[in-house]
């Protein structure tokens, strides 16, 4: 089981990215994948989730800048972020658990099993 983080980089403030969390071992489908950062100094923080069953869960502060999707065919989970500000650097990260997890769960980093190993965004002028 493995799950590869890759996409990060350096954007300008106001930019977008968008990170690709790709699985290997195990299929997406049946799988909640959660997004999660790091940023320097503090603690992780759940960003988005996308569960087997279609829906998803975007954390208040990032709503409508923050969209995650899958693609099955290519056994992938995409976190599009748009309008990045300087308080969206960070190490983010894709975790993996089966089955479904309710909202309160979903974007609770002690619920998942399977982690990737993180790619950096780092917005700066």
């Known amino acids: 089981v493995q799950l590869q983080a890759s996409g990060g980089g350096l954007v300008q403030p106001g930019g977008s990215v968008r990170l690709a969390c790709e699985a290997s071992g195990f299929t997406v489908a049946d799988h909640t994948i959660g997004w999660f950062r790091q940023a320097p100094g503090k603690e992780r923080e759940g960003v988005s989730c996308?569960?087997?069953?279609?829906?998803?869960s975007v954390a208040n502060s990032m709503k409508g800048r923050f969209t995650i999707y899958r693609d099955k065919a290519k056994n992938t989970v995409y976190l599009q972020m748009n309008s990045l500000t300087f308080e969206d650097t960070a190490v983010y990260y894709c975790?993996?658990?089966?089955?479904?997890?309710?909202?309160?769960?979903?974007?609770?980093?002690?619920?998942?099993?399977?982690w990737g190993q993180g790619t950096q965004v780092t917005v700066s002028s």
């Open positions: 996308s569960r087997p069953d279609g829906s998803t």
């Open positions: 975790a993996a658990t089966r089955g479904r997890l309710i909202t309160s769960r979903c974007r609770h980093d002690g619920s998942y099993d399977y």
